[in-house]
């Protein structure tokens, strides 16, 4: 089952606008993670936000994590054309015993030049 | 930099053939995982390992099986393909949280 839930499943701006994306998950998490992935390629890790965070910065990337509404946002400012990819969250659980990380379906991002 | 290789970039293959997908890191990672990635579906777990000889089902382990006789091998084994196995393959390692994908194997089984 996906833990995970991106939201817009697709979104386009132009070069130089602010991109948001949005995460939500069900159950109890230790981190969360944002993935970017350019079209048929592997995963590239972004940034992780632990579970006692609410916010974090790396360059142009801004995390944010509600656990009271079980929710994340990735903010992308100035935008570039090369930020077109899709992106996507993951979340940390134990489970059995080890620790689980579930994707959730992406979000497709067209910046347009 | 971390590396992960997979073995090919594009496969075809027949129905009922035994299909061997491989995966190599280099950063000495103790966990290894397979994933299927679908249209609509995002990624799905198929298998992980978290040590040599060792596996553990994931979210869809059926028609699938793994092997790990090397810290950094991972290979994926259709044992009798089906068209509904027609997927993207991502291979991924890790030591901690994040995970080091390879860039996917598409495979198409006809």
């Known amino acids: 089952s996906q833990q995970g839930e991106e939201d817009p499943q697709a979104l386009s701006i132009q070069e130089g606008e602010n991109a948001t994306m949005n995460c939500s998950y069900k159950t109890s998490i230790n981190n969360l993670q944002w993935y970017r992935q350019n079209s048929g390629r592997g995963l590239v890790h972004l940034i992780l936000i632990r579970s006692n965070e609410r916010e974090k910065h790396s360059g142009r990337l801004r995390v944010t994590l509600d656990t009271s509404k079980k929710s994340s946002s990735l903010l992308i400012t100035a935008s570039r054309a090369a930020d077109t990819a899709s992106y996507f969250c993951a979340t940390d659980q134990y489970s059995g015993g080890y620790q689980k990380v579930t994707f959730g379906i992406g979000t497709k991002l067209q910046v347009i030049p | 930099d971390v590396k992960v290789t997979q073995s090919s970039r594009y496969l075809v293959k027949r129905t009922g053939e035994k299909v061997f997908l491989e995966c190599v890191q280099d950063?000495?990672?103790?966990?290894m995982f397979w994933y299927r990635q679908d249209p609509g579906l995002g990624l799905r777990l198929i298998y992980f390992?978290?040590?040599?000889?060792?596996?553990e089902k994931g979210d869809i382990p059926e028609g699938y099986s793994v092997s790990r006789e090397k810290k950094e091998r991972f290979s994926l084994i259709l044992e009798s393909a089906s068209t509904n196995q027609t997927s993207m393959y991502l291979c991924?390692?890790?030591?901690?949280?994040?995970?080091?994908f390879g860039p996917g194997t598409r495979l198409t089984v006809t």
């Open positions: 390992s978290y040590d040599v000889k060792m596996k």
């Open positions: 950063m000495d990672h103790e966990n």
């Open positions: 991924a390692s890790g030591g901690g949280h994040e995970q080091y």
